[in-house]
């Protein structure tokens, strides 16, 4: 890759990724964690482990630093394999990717100053999605590739993985970020991004983000792309009670009501590319199970063009009407359709 396209990437790049903890020494606020982990790869003999926790804890950046730190960057491009449980839930797919992963003989690795010990790691990501049907096949495989394989295990819920699973693994509960750690984390990226803010930005930020680091480092790239080089403020982050009002007006299946909740949301000066990232939140993640699949799906669809439109330039006003007068037509309709 050459210099120009190297750069193009980087600057393309979701901060998130770019700033990607790449040592287990980067990964923030998991002291217990990451002590007892450094113990595992001195002592060259991993187990086979589970990583549980909320969603932009570092779950998936630690495995890949144990694995940066056993086998370094190009030996763990062949040393292991990263299924994603949720891409993929069934039983085939542990049946046939692992069980070939697993199987091929591990060659003479160049070991470029890593110890590179002799077995292979398969991170099993979102494994709580996984079927009872394929966890049970792949408590079959931990056990006959145990002399060549290592598997990581990684969830948000530990309940959701079947108990011999659970008993094969050491386990390893991830936090959520504490609000010191990851406002110093936006802080590193805001100075390196050359970022400039009101100093209450980054506090504000981590409240919404709630402890997830992915989180809070998208809201801060968004906020960057809407500010540019001027000073980010406060006015970003839109209160829970604003998008609750422009919610319920799409509940209430009136247009008047509608009409004032999103005049009344323009008029606070709000941003509508930040409405799109935190009503996001409100509805497709909905902790209060309000919306049915097929509302969220539809509503999903309505913030993804309304996306688009605001990245081809169009009228805030106009798109902010449309994505909530969208909302209440769907939320409508698949009623309807439910109901029916
Ligand atoms: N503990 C942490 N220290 C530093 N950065 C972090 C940490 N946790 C998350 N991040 C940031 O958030 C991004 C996502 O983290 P990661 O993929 O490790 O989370 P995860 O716990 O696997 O989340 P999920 O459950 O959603 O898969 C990272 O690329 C990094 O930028
Ligand atoms: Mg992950």
Known sequence: MNHTS???HEASQPWSEKYRPRSLDDISAQEETVAVLRKTIVSQNLPHMLFYGPPGTGKTSTIL?????????????????????????GID????????FARNTIGNPIS?????????????????SMTHEAQAALRRLMEDYSTTTRFCIICNYVTRIIEPIVSRCAQ???K???NFSAKSRLQMICDKERVIYEPEVLDELVKVANG????AIMYLQTAYSVYKDEVITTKFFIPDAVIEELIQSAQSHSFNNIEKAVSHFILSGYSAVQLLSQIQDHIVYDNDNRFSNIQKANMAICIGEMDKCLADGCDEHLQILNLIATISKNILFSEEMITD
Do not use: H
């Open 6 to 8: 190297s750069t193009i």
């Open 172 to 174: 390893f509960r991830f």
């Open 93 to 100: 797919v542990i049946r046939q990717k692992v069980k070939k």
């Open 176 to 178: 959520s970020l504490d």
């Open 65 to 89: 630093a144990i694995a940066r730190e056993l086998y370094g960057p190009e030996n763990m491009k062949i040393r292991v394999k990263e299924l994603n449980a949720s891409d993929d839930r």
């Open 112 to 128: 470029d100053g890593y110890s590179c010990p002799p077995y292979k790691i398969i991170i099993l990501d979102e494994a709580d």
């Open 212 to 215: 997830d680091m992915r989180m």
